[in-house]
T-cell receptor, first 114, second 116 residues
Framework: EAQVTQNPRYLITVTGKKLTVTCSQN?????MSWYRQDPGLGLRQIYY???????DKGDVPEGYKVSRKEKRNFPLILESPSPNQTSLYFC?????????????FGPGTRLTVT | SQQGEEDPQALSIQEGENATMNCSYK?????LQWYRQNSGRGLVHLIL?????REKHSGRLRVTLDTSKKSSSLLITASRAADTASYFC????????????????FGQGTILTVHP
């Protein structure tokens, strides 16, 4: 089944404890992206990757890191989480056709930082 | 500020009625997409309209795009209780070289409730 998977789905952690949220897709998509969703703010793009070893900042990259060492995986790293990073996180992937990016979303990771 | 902003923020209708949601944006775009999200779940792509298109249909969905007004609308005809969800528009920047066209900006969404 074609899908985007995220792990963990739920995470409660403490301020300053490094964490990684994994994202994997089995559709051989070049493009992958991370978003956070907060009430009243919609989805905001954190980072995106056009292909392996190519990553770019979205609208809210501060406090996050990403890497794209292989096509199927795009982990999101929080080196020193803070309470304002409590949010619902979504990973998405896409196979661009003529520059168009219809995105397939993962199920989400709900992160709480205390 | 948000590139895409939806209006209304919430919409409540009866089954069988049509639902119209609007999206406004600020800068030039390559394309505009509409997504649906059931409570707390991942988004599902509904329809994409390119900047040189004015109208597009998919089943009970009709999307229009007015680039002169920088606005789009999503019409769901003959709504069903199962259409109850949040609907988001998302805009993609023009391909101006580099990787900027990978940047997708979402609006805040419209919460649609369809009563049986």
């Amino acid at each position: 089944e074609a899908q985007v998977t995220q792990n963990p789905r739920y995470l409660i952690t403490v301020t300053g404890k490094k964490l990684t949220v994994t994202c994997s897709q089995n559709m051989n998509h070049e493009y992958m992206s991370w978003y956070r969703q907060d009430p009243g703010l919609g989805l905001r793009q954190i980072y995106y990757s056009m292909n392996v070893e190519v990553t770019d900042k979205g609208d809210v990259p501060e406090g996050y890191k990403v890497s794209r060492k292989e096509k199927r995986n795009f982990p999101l790293i929080l080196e020193s989480p803070s309470p304002n990073q409590t949010s619902l996180y979504f990973c998405a992937s896409s196979a661009p056709y003529r520059g168009l990016y219809e995105q397939y979303f993962g199920p989400g990771t709900r992160l709480t930082v205390t | 500020s948000q590139q895409g902003e939806e209006d209304p923020q919430a919409l409540s209708i009866q089954e069988g009625e049509n639902a119209t949601m609007n999206c406004s944006y600020k800068t030039s775009i390559n394309n505009l997409q509409w997504y649906r999200q059931n409570s707390g779940r991942g988004l599902v792509h509904l329809i994409l309209i390119r900047s040189n298109e004015r109208e597009k249909h998919s089943g009970r969905l009709r999307v229009t795009l007015d680039t002169s007004k920088k606005s789009s609308s999503l019409l769901i005809t003959a709504s069903r209780a199962a259409d109850t969800a949040s609907y988001f528009c998302a805009t993609a920047l023009p391909n101006a070289g580099g990787t900027s066209y990978g940047k997708l900006t979402f609006g805040q969404g419209t919460i649609l409730t369809v009563h049986p």
